[in-house]
């Protein structure tokens, strides 16, 4: 299968303000309808609440409102990562303070997954700082994946590039998500890693699906990017047939010693303004509330769920950096009258 992705597409007229226009869209996520930056630029323009009002609309015809998934990281490999990316604290290039680590024996993977079971967790998700897996560290990764997946776990990994046949071999481990993202624009992407090709990223996305993979792509704002930047990742995303089944939006967690440790905070209705028009673009995929609540308050995170986001990573640690505590992420949903979405 090839994946393809449209830069244009034949409608380009904004919706504004007949609102419910787009929750009538793109409802499949084959659809044939592209998504033009034009148009998403006018959706990030919406007043905050027109918005807003009109991602809670495509989000309750798609999706049960009460309803969170969660998901927890575990990084099986840390640091002294090959690839230059300018928001990582894993990277080589960066001087950051993070001790580098070696493949994690199986059986302390094990445990923490039971331990993220026993939390609430319903799909494991194992990173490693990774340019490519070498066909050795595949077959590890695979046995992971495979115990994992016999806990009654949904799997997702994320190890970078694949060669072909890699994810054929993870799909027969039991892995359900690969997580490849394309964090950025085209355009923008060469400001932020040199080391690959937005290309490359594609090349891996589309061994992927073609494995029969479901996809988790998404992508960071808060690097310092413009708002038409952000436009043009989630065109990509939304472009892309299918589109992911799951959309993780991070917000940049900023690590001393990284070339982007001093980048200006993004708007927080910035970031709430994407996670909509995620969830209007890409109207079934779940949509994650990615890295960055740490330093967010609770009534951000709840602006963000009512902007469509309906997938938090749970747990108190992301790869290498914090992540609030599961205890009080626990009392966050409750509060909301929110619950986990079973499997
Ligand atoms: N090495 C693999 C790769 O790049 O695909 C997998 C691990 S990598 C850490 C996974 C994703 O984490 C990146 O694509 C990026 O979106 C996100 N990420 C890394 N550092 C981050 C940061 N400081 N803030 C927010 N997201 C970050
Ligand atoms: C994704 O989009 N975000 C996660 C997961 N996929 C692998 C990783 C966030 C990493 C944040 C920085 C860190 O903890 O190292
Ligand atoms: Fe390596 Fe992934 Fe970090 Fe880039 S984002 S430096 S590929 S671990």
């Not at 624009?185 to 890693?193: H, M, N, R």
């Not at 690959?196 to 792509?217: F, S």
């Not at 992420?329 to 009258?337: F, I, K, S, T």
């Given at each position: 299968?090839?994946?393809?992705?449209?830069?244009?597409?034949?409608?380009?007229?904004?919706?504004h303000p007949?609102l419910?226009?787009?929750?009538?869209?793109?409802?499949?996520?084959?659809?044939?309808?592209?998504?033009?930056?034009?148009?998403?630029?006018?959706l990030y323009e919406l007043p905050f609440l027109d918005l807003i009002y009109q991602a809670q609309t495509?989000?309750?015809?798609?999706?049960?409102?009460?309803?969170?998934?969660?998901?927890?990281?575990?990084?099986?490999?840390?640091?002294?990562?090959?690839?230059?990316?300018?928001?990582?604290?894993?990277?080589?290039?960066?001087?950051?303070?993070?001790?580098?680590?070696?493949?994690?024996?199986?059986?302390?993977?094990?445990?923490?997954?039971?331990?993220?079971?026993?939390?609430?967790?319903?799909?494991?998700?194992?990173?490693?700082?990774?340019?490519?897996?070498?066909?050795?560290?595949?077959?590890?990764?695979?046995?992971?994946?495979?115990?994992?997946?016999?806990?009654?776990?949904?799997?997702?990994?994320?190890?970078?590039?694949?060669?072909?046949?890699?994810?054929?071999?993870?799909?027969?481990?039991?892995?359900?998500?690969?997580?490849?993202?394309?964090?950025?624009?085209?355009?923008?992407?060469?400001?932020?890693?040199?080391?690959?090709?937005?290309?490359?990223?594609?090349?891996?996305?589309?061994?992927?699906?073609?494995?029969?993979?479901?996809?988790?792509?998404?992508?960071?704002?808060?690097?310092?990017?413009?708002?038409?930047?952000?436009?043009?990742?989630?065109?990509?995303?939304?472009?892309?047939?299918?589109?992911?089944?799951?959309?993780?939006?991070?917000?940049?967690?900023?690590?001393?010693?990284?070339?982007?440790?001093?980048?200006?905070?993004?708007?927080?209705f910035?970031?709430v303004r994407?996670?909509a028009?995620?969830?209007?673009?890409?109207?079934?995929?779940?949509?994650?509330?990615?890295?960055?609540?740490?330093?967010?308050?609770?009534?951000?995170?709840?602006l963000?769920?009512f902007a469509?986001?309906?997938?938090?990573?749970?747990?108190?640690?992301?790869?290498?950096?914090?992540?609030?505590?599961?205890?009080?992420?626990?009392?966050?949903?409750?509060?909301?009258?929110?619950?986990?979405?079973?499997?």
């Open positions: 299968m090839t994946l393809t992705l449209h830069s244009t597409a034949p409608d380009t007229a904004v919706h007949e419910a226009d787009n929750a009538k869209q793109n409802t499949s996520n084959t659809a044939s309808t592209g998504w033009d930056i034009d148009r998403i630029v006018a495509v989000h309750r015809s798609h999706h049960d409102p009460s309803k969170i998934q969660l998901s927890t990281l575990l990084s099986i490999k840390t640091g002294a990562c090959p690839e230059d990316c300018a928001y990582c604290p894993q990277s080589a290039h960066h001087n950051t303070d993070l001790e580098r680590e070696p493949l994690m024996p199986l059986d302390e993977v094990i445990a923490a997954a039971k331990q993220a079971k026993a939390n609430g967790a319903k799909r494991f998700c194992m990173g490693a700082a990774w340019r490519s897996p070498t066909a050795r560290q595949l077959d590890d990764v695979a046995e992971m994946v495979k115990a994992v997946k016999d806990l009654g776990m949904e799997t997702c990994v994320t190890l970078g590039m694949l060669k072909p046949g890699q994810a054929e071999t993870l799909k027969d481990a039991g892995l359900d998500f690969y997580n490849h993202n394309l964090d950025t624009s085209p355009e923008f992407y060469g400001t932020i890693i040199s080391t690959r090709t937005w290309q490359d990223r594609i090349d891996t996305l589309e061994r992927v699906r073609d494995a029969n993979l479901k996809v988790c792509c998404g992508g960071i704002v808060g690097m310092g990017e413009s708002r038409r930047v952000r436009a043009g990742l989630i065109a990509q995303l939304a472009n892309m047939r299918p589109y992911p089944e799951s959309v993780p939006v991070n917000n940049l967690v900023k690590v001393a010693g990284t070339p982007l440790a001093d980048t200006p905070d993004l708007d927080p910035e970031f994407t996670i028009v995620a969830r209007i673009t890409m109207p079934k995929a779940m949509v994650r509330l990615s890295a960055g609540r740490e330093a967010m308050d609770d009534s951000l995170q709840a963000c769920f469509g986001a309906n997938s938090i990573f749970y747990g108190d640690q992301l790869l290498t950096t914090p992540n609030p505590e599961a205890n009080k992420d626990r009392q966050l949903l409750e509060r909301l009258g929110l619950s986990a979405q079973e499997g």
